[in-house]
């Protein structure tokens, strides 16, 4: 299980990459660790005289559960940034909205000091400033499970460090993010409700306040619901979240939660893409090897 509140700081290099035209194009992926792979999803910077260029944009959902994606960034301006923080929003062919990502980046003296309102599990470690022209290539983590390519992208919010004097900001109206995963329990628990034959899905609408914290957990099949409330005491009470953002200000939101009850046995961490209600935070509940009475949380992010 993952502690969100931890970045992980990848070392990426700048690298340069000739224009090209962006497209989009949607390939079955050959790993079987792949549910798909989308190549090149056409993402737009709304924003007048933008800071970078956008020039390829991939995203791909393994079958445990994890969307992550990568991005190309050419600094357009004649000064080199050493920091980089942005909110892509990627959306269906109908327009609406799957996910929001953050994607960010900095130098390893510059980021204890870059302060972006925006949280990321997985953020970027530049190895130096990436000077006028330069591209990077940025990783990032969707801090939700996306069950289907998205069709395009619009980055929704942008923050760049162009040396300690300079620190520029640009956004649409409107622009949020979903609450991110801070923390969850690790500690072994029991379930005493009757539960039905391994694999099996519970999902949960959470509901999650300005502070980040959950108020409500709500079973989606009323059924469920002794099942439900006996997980949320036993593990997932002290979950805490970074707050859904509406315009850099928290605000409550409210998530989907799919947790896959499996046994500890090798292949079994599998999403299939039927349980997934569009994008949703997905967790597997394991049976404990050792003592089939106990069972413990593992986050896909």
């Not at 622009?175 to 409700?193: C, G, H, N, Q």
């Not at 893409?273 to 050792?290: G, H, I, Y």
Request: glycine share 4%; net charge negative; with cysteine.
């Amino acid at each position: 299980m993952r502690n969100c509140a931890s970045f992980v700081w990848l070392l990426v290099l700048p690298l340069v990459v000739p224009p090209r035209e962006v497209g989009r194009q949607v390939e079955d992926s050959t790993d079987s660790f792949l549910l798909f792979e989308c190549k090149q999803v056409v993402t737009r910077l709304p924003f007048p005289s933008p800071p970078v260029e956008l020039l390829e944009n991939t995203f791909a959902t393994t079958r445990d559960g994890e969307s992550g994606m990568t991005l190309s960034v050419r600094n357009l301006r004649k000064a080199p940034f050493d920091a980089l923080a942005m909110v892509v929003e990627y959306s269906d062919e109908s327009g609406s909205d799957l996910v929001q990502v953050p994607y960010v980046a900095a130098t390893r003296d510059v980021r204890p000091s870059f302060h972006s309102p925006v949280h990321a599990s997985y953020a970027n470690d530049l190895e130096a400033p990436i000077g006028p022209g330069a591209t990077v290539e940025l990783g990032a983590v969707s801090p939700v499970t996306v069950p289907a390519c998205p069709s395009q992208a619009q980055v929704k919010f942008l923050m760049a460090r162009y040396g300690s004097a300079e620190i520029l900001t640009w956004s649409t109206p409107g622009w949020r993010i979903a609450p991110i995963v801070e923390s969850t329990s690790a500690a072994l628990f029991s379930i005493s409700s009757p539960l039905p034959r391994l694999p099996f899905t519970l999902k949960l609408l959470v509901f999650i306040d300005e502070q980040g914290m959950p108020v409500e957990f709500l079973p989606t099949d009323p059924g469920q619901r002794i099942l439900a409330t006996e997980l949320v005491a036993s593990a997932l009470k002290d979950t805490t979240f970074f707050p859904a953002l509406a315009d850099g200000k928290p605000t409550p939101a409210k998530l989907s939660l799919v947790l896959r009850f499996i046994p500890q046995v090798p292949g079994a961490r599998t999403i299939p893409l039927s349980d997934l209600p569009r994008a949703s935070w997905v967790m597997f509940v394991e049976q404990d090897p050792r003592n089939p009475g106990k069972w413990f949380l593992w986050e896909s992010h």
